[in-house]
């Protein structure tokens, strides 16, 4: 009991993790992030770590051999019904071309490989 006690004083009295700090964007991504940032962070958030709308594409479950990048055109082309997540649906989003997906899945491949996702 006593271990009990001093175990979760321990896990109050440590401070909580603050998120990695998004790591240095190579100059051939920026065009990718610019995209990603005006049309995917209002939900998938900053460096794609997720919001309350949607999920963080850190996530082991999007890795490649999960969602491969034609899961990422699809998603922005066709919209996506919620199946593993709880943030509902995901809307088509209008506007977005081919080639801007393709910058887009390229930021988001590289945000992951620095996470450590693969």
């Known amino acids: ?10 896990a109050l009295l440590v401070p909580p993790a603050t998120a990695a700090p ?3 964007l190579p100059p051939a991504l920026a065009h990718g992030e610019t995209l990603f940032n005006t ?5 998938h958030g900053a460096g794609a770590r997720g919001t309350a709308q ?6 082991k479950i999007y890795e490649p051999n999960h969602h491969a990048d034609a899961a990422f055109y699809r998603a922005p082309e066709l919209g996506v019904r ?4 709880k943030f509902g ?3 088509q989003i209008p506007g977005v071309t081919r080639e801007d ?3 887009i899945i390229l930021y988001i491949r590289w945000l992951q490989k620095e996470a450590g996702v693969f």
Not at 39 to 43: D, I, K, L, P, W
């Open 101 to 103: 997906l393709s910058q």
């Open 39 to 43: 049309h995917c962070a209002r939900c």
């Open 22 to 24: 998004i790591p240095k």
């Open 89 to 91: 649906d995901m809307p």
């Open 1 to 10: 009991m006593i271990l009990l006690g001093a175990l979760l004083l321990c």
């Open 54 to 59: 949607g999920p963080s594409f850190l996530d």
């Open 82 to 85: 919620a199946h593993h997540w």
